[in-house]
């Protein structure tokens, strides 16, 4: 289950805490390491730091988009450490680790699941300023660590630390079980980032050609959608029969214009 989980960081400046970030996953039994667009690596100071931890590194996959990063997931948590304009599912590391696991769960009990697809991300930002609202946008939930407030500043690997910490510890819990905890079933895979992202775009340009969104204008309407689908926890089912619903109503829409 730990092998289903996947670290993102995004735009590191310092490679030492790409190695540090490396170590802290090691010690927690997580493999899975993808950066987005860092600034220094492959780098020595990284190897160095990450203390035995390099196969980690050597596996670690760079990509130049968080969408890139969180395209075959299909559960992401963003780590945020302030609060933003719009008010976001935000949970506590331990419930984050929980709510992990448990989609975790459901997925590998499905009947025609032959080898674990369920595929999580926890998303770290920048050093300096952390992820940003359109990235934060990306996650369905966003979790906050309750670091003291008159000295709330957390270096990225020692978020990583916390946050890895929470992951094993509800793992080990998971594992003495004798039955699954999760009693809640659910009956169509989640969908994937990728599918979600493109549910979007399709979205998007449906309410522009029907007059509802213009994006010279836009009010923040794609990001209180993007907001409420991913409060929702869309699966492939359901994905599907949105973008029918779109494409019907662009044929109309199209139609109606044609007829004009």
Same mark, same amino acid.
């Given at each position: 289950?730990?092998? #289903?989980?996947?670290?993102? /960081?995004?735009?590191?400046?310092?490679?030492?805490?790409?190695?540090?970030?490396?170590?802290? *996953?090691?010690?927690?039994?997580?493999?899975?390491? =993808? /950066?987005?667009?860092?600034?220094?690596?492959?780098?020595?100071?990284?190897?160095?730091?990450?203390?035995?931890?390099?196969?980690? %590194?050597?596996?670690?996959?760079?990509?130049?988009?968080?969408? #890139?990063? %969180?395209?075959?997931? #299909?559960?992401?948590?963003?780590?945020? +450490?302030?609060?933003?304009? *719009? @008010?976001? @599912? %935000?949970?506590?590391?331990?419930?984050?680790?929980?709510?992990?696991?448990?989609?975790? +769960?459901?997925?590998?009990?499905?009947?025609?699941?032959?080898?674990?697809?369920?595929? +999580?991300? =926890? $998303?770290?930002?920048?050093?300096?300023?952390?992820?940003?609202?359109?990235?934060?946008?990306?996650?369905? &939930?966003? =979790?906050?660590?309750?670091?003291?407030?008159?000295?709330?500043?957390?270096?990225?690997?020692?978020? $990583?630390? =916390?946050?890895? &910490?929470?992951?094993?510890?509800? &793992?080990?819990?998971?594992?003495?079980?004798?039955?699954?905890?999760?009693?809640?079933?659910?009956?169509?895979?989640?969908?994937?980032?990728?599918? $979600?992202?493109?549910?979007?775009?399709?979205?998007?340009?449906? %309410?522009?050609?029907?007059?509802?969104?213009?994006?010279?204008?836009?009010?923040?309407? *794609?990001?209180?959608?993007?907001?409420? &689908?991913?409060?929702?926890?869309?699966?492939?089912?359901?994905?599907?029969?949105?973008?029918?619903?779109?494409?019907?109503?662009?044929?109309? +829409?199209?139609?109606?214009?044609?007829?004009?």
């Amino acid at each position: 289950m730990l092998q #289903q989980i996947r670290i993102v /960081l995004v735009n590191t400046t310092h490679p030492g805490n790409i190695g540090a970030t490396a170590r802290a *996953m090691k010690n927690m039994g997580l493999a899975e390491l =993808v /950066l987005v667009a860092p600034k220094h690596f492959p780098n020595e100071e990284a190897n160095a730091r990450s203390s035995r931890a390099d196969d980690i %590194l050597e596996r670690a996959i760079v990509v130049d988009t968080l969408e #890139q990063a %969180l395209a075959d997931c #299909q559960l992401v948590v963003g780590t945020s +450490a302030r609060q933003r304009n *719009m @008010p976001w @599912p %935000l949970i506590s590391p331990r419930q984050m680790a929980g709510q992990v696991f448990s989609d975790i +769960a459901k997925a590998n009990q499905a009947p025609d699941t032959q080898t674990p697809t369920m595929k +999580a991300a =926890v $998303v770290f930002g920048r050093e300096d300023r952390g992820l940003t609202n359109e990235e934060l946008a990306l996650c369905h &939930y966003h =979790v906050h660590i309750p670091t003291d407030e008159h000295f709330s500043s957390l270096n990225v690997a020692a978020a $990583v630390q =916390v946050l890895a &910490y929470e992951l094993r510890v509800a &793992y080990l819990d998971s594992s003495q079980q004798v039955a699954p905890a999760w009693q809640e079933d659910w009956d169509n895979p989640w969908a994937s980032g990728e599918d $979600v992202e493109r549910f979007y775009q399709h979205l998007e340009q449906t %309410l522009i050609e029907i007059g509802f969104h213009d994006p010279n204008n836009p009010r923040l309407l *794609m990001t209180r959608l993007r907001r409420l &689908y991913q409060r929702t926890r869309l699966d492939q089912v359901e994905v599907n029969i949105l973008r029918g619903i779109l494409s019907t109503t662009q044929k109309a +829409a199209r139609g109606q214009k044609e007829s004009n």
